[in-house]
């Protein structure tokens, strides 16, 4: 099993940034990608991206592609999602998920952390 605990959320003013931190212990070797989910209030659970744990190959969402950077550090077995230019609309609870294949179909991942919440006010 693999554990993933969030960090790095919080209230910020539009256009400024923020970078949440997911740790992962466990059996990190049966884990090949780290993806980055959110959930805004009243909507469904959305993909943000993804990275794979060896070769660190990414994945965005079409609107974090511009904004967003995904990255990891396997020595101390932590991925990041750096969010720049945030606006209101990023308001959500970001969660980080662990699984064996890098998709962006959030049924793909079995491990979860209980996530982060992000408030962007204008």
């Known amino acids: 099993q693999v554990r993933l605990l969030e960090s790095g959320g919080g209230l910020v003013q539009e256009g400024g940034s923020l970078r949440l931190s997911c740790k992962v212990t466990?059996?990190?070797?049966?884990?090949?990608?780290v993806a980055w989910f959110r959930q805004a209030i009243g909507k469904e659970r959305e993909f943000v991206a993804a990275i794979r744990w060896n070769g660190g190959r990414t994945l965005y969402a079409d609107f974090a592609k511009e904004r967003f950077t995904i990255s990891r550090d396997n020595a101390k077995d932590t991925t990041w999602l750096e969010m720049n230019s945030l606006k209101r609309d990023d308001t959500a609870v970001y969660s980080c998920a662990a699984g064996p294949y890098m998709r962006r179909a959030q049924d793909e991942y079995g491990d979860w952390g209980q996530g982060t919440q992000v408030k962007v006010w204008v």
């Open positions: 466990g059996r990190t070797l049966e884990m090949a990608a």
